[in-house]
């Protein structure tokens, strides 16, 4: 039971390249997350996905793009990367919202340097 | 909108004492849940421990206990019998019990680092 992962755990890219970062969860979680952790700052939430083929909004999605095509995968993607997407980025899953299974557990972080 | 306070960017404990460490938060929700979480060095996010908000027992996990004084809006974590391994940051986090649209994930404090002296 792995758990949540995420490749590649460090990416380096030039601005107005793109990119895919993925995250497997294999404990049939039915919610997903992508987070965004900046130097000096707490989480912030990008996009989030409540079941497969479903997508929505958190408080920072611009320049960010999500597809959740199997149940076990997450992906995000940056289209044209800028330097104000460098970050640490936090994949999370959890059962369900509310009830038995809310609290998230999240993988291990990817490192993306944009320059 | 939500949003939460850890007011001690730093703090430091001698080995096999207890700290504590504070958070506050803002919400106009009745029914919610809250979360400490550390991470390591390694940069991994781990679940320390969670309280819903129509608990009135504070939860403990082992030397972890909290805090939750839901009048006031705030949400210590406490340490005892503090270990070389607590050293991390601690972050406080926040998530409103039902779906609100935009407001489905975890809202975070910046973060307290703990610093532990041998």
């Known amino acids: 039971n792995a758990g949540v992962t995420q490749t590649p755990k460090f990416r380096v890219l030039k601005t107005g390249q793109s990119m895919t970062l993925l995250c497997a969860q294999d404990?049939?979680?039915?919610?997903m997350y992508w987070y965004r952790q900046d130097p000096g700052m707490g989480l912030r939430l990008i996009h989030y996905?409540?079941?497969?083929?479903?997508?929505a909004k958190g408080e920072v999605p611009d320049g960010y793009n999500v597809s959740r095509l199997k149940k076990q995968n997450f992906l995000l993607g940056l289209e044209s990367a800028a330097p104000s997407q460098t970050s640490v980025y936090f994949c999370?899953?959890?059962?369900?919202?509310?009830?038995?299974?809310?609290?998230?557990?999240f993988g291990p972080g990817t490192r993306l340097t944009v320059t | 909108a939500q949003t939460v306070t850890q007011s001690q960017p730093e703090m430091s404990v001698q080995e096999a004492e207890t700290v504590t460490l504070s958070c506050t938060y803002d919400?106009?929700?009745?029914?919610?849940?809250l979360f400490w979480y550390k991470q390591p060095p390694s940069r991994q996010m781990i679940l320390v421990i969670r309280?819903?908000?129509?608990?009135?027992q504070n939860a403990t996990e082992n030397r972890f206990s909290v805090n939750f004084q839901k009048a006031a809006k705030s949400f210590s974590l406490k340490i005892s019998d503090s270990q070389l391994g607590d050293a991390a940051m601690y972050f406080c986090?926040?998530?409103?019990?039902?779906?609100?649209?935009?407001?489905?994930?975890?809202?975070f404090g910046k973060g307290t680092h703990l610093i532990i002296q041998p």
């Open positions: 404990m049939n979680h039915e919610y």
């Open positions: 986090a926040y998530r409103p019990m039902y779906s609100g649209g935009g407001a489905d994930g975890l809202t």
């Open positions: 309280q819903e908000a129509y608990k009135q």
């Open positions: 919400t106009s929700e009745s029914d919610y849940y």
């Open positions: 996905s409540v079941g497969e083929g479903t997508t």
């Open positions: 999370a899953s959890s059962y369900s919202f509310s009830g038995v299974g809310y609290e998230q557990y």
